[in-house]
């Protein structure tokens, strides 16, 4: 009976799934299943994945019809409750690859701190392994909450995780957006009571550089509004105005940084229907956060005013001419 199914979506990977499979087969720890979902590759993918199943029996390799990654990742879920006896769950994406005490570490981590989630830090490379320092090894146990707010990255991150199956009993990714991520993490970590980290990056998360200079900004990556919005209605259903206050931060934030991108990317009328868009959205937020109480005018000065010019100069004028009145009045 295998204890951990590490589950991978698969497409078009042909460069990189050898190097991804081989590092968990070279676990320490040797009782797991792996699950391949070829995602319709046109690419040699499907037939690596094939080679390895044949050559290992706990490599077992499923072929679909392109449907995208959330879809991929669903039937992961679903044949590890149809088909496997493993008590653990752990995405790893094709691309990327594991420090070989990855599943050993965290599987004990989690069953000596009664968790049913072990999170481990992950390293952004474009080919070398992680470099890991011996004290970040030792496990931290967190409020999951605490930990979403103080390293949300990694607390989103859907890899890099090991989770109870329990956890997934009731979730699943969105099959029609593609920041599933955003969507499912929070979910399956604020029921929890702790939870433990190591530190340590056990995990690699490969950058393709080729990749990433040929990839333009498209209006596409405002689809993670949908994830923010259902965000900050579950923390005000639950009462948690402080994680309320924390999402709208990061909704800006985001809304901020595509917009940045957006005017820098070549016009066309989609592109321009595009940032107008986020104008409108960044001026929503600004005054949302004001309602939430958590816009500060000093932090937040240049974005009120970039979107806000007038009212911004007003509030600024008779701020300055209210302090010169209480100076006079206290000379």
Request: glycine share 4%; net charge negative.
């Amino acid at each position: 009976m295998a204890q951990i199914s590490v589950m991978m979506a698969a497409y078009n990977a042909e460069n990189y799934i050898r190097r991804a499979l081989d590092s968990i087969l070279a676990q320490t720890f040797r009782d797991f299943d792996i699950i391949v979902v070829d995602d319709g590759s046109k690419d040699a993918t499907g037939a690596i994945a094939d080679e390895y199943a044949a050559r290992d029996s706990r490599v077992h390799v499923l072929h679909q019809p392109n449907s995208g990654v959330c879809v991929t990742r669903n039937n992961c879920i679903d044949w590890t409750y149809r088909c496997s006896d493993s008590q653990w769950i752990l995405f790893a994406d094709s691309d990327d690859w594991m420090h070989p005490e990855m599943l050993e570490r965290m599987l004990r981590a989690a069953q000596e701190n009664n968790v049913h989630i072990c999170a481990c830090g992950y390293q952004e490379t474009t080919g070398a392994d992680p470099v890991i320092d011996p004290k970040d090894l030792e496990p931290q146990i967190w409020e999951p909450m605490a930990f979403y707010q103080a390293n949300y990255v990694n607390a989103i991150m859907t890899c890099c995780k090991l989770y109870h199956k329990s956890c997934y009993e009731h979730v699943r990714h969105p099959v029609d957006n593609y920041f599933d991520d955003e969507f499912v993490s929070y979910k399956m970590l604020y029921p929890e009571k702790k939870m433990v980290v190591i530190p340590a990056p056990l995990y690699a998360y490969f950058i393709n550089t080729e990749g990433l200079t040929k990839r333009a900004w498209s209006p596409k990556l405002l689809d993670a509004w949908v994830a923010y919005e259902e965000q900050i209605a579950f923390f005000r259903e639950k009462g948690e105005e402080e994680l309320v206050s924390f999402r709208l931060r990061g909704y800006l934030e985001n809304a901020m940084v595509n917009y940045q991108a957006a005017c820098q990317t070549p016009d066309s009328p989609e592109i321009a229907a595009a940032r107008k868009r986020i104008r409108k959205k960044i001026r929503e937020l600004i005054r949302r956060m004001r309602r939430q109480g958590c816009l500060s005018y000093r932090f937040d000065f240049d974005t009120i005013l970039e979107f806000y010019p007038v009212r911004t100069r007003l509030y600024r004028f008779v701020r300055e001419k209210t302090e010169g009145f209480r100076r006079k009045e206290n000379a």
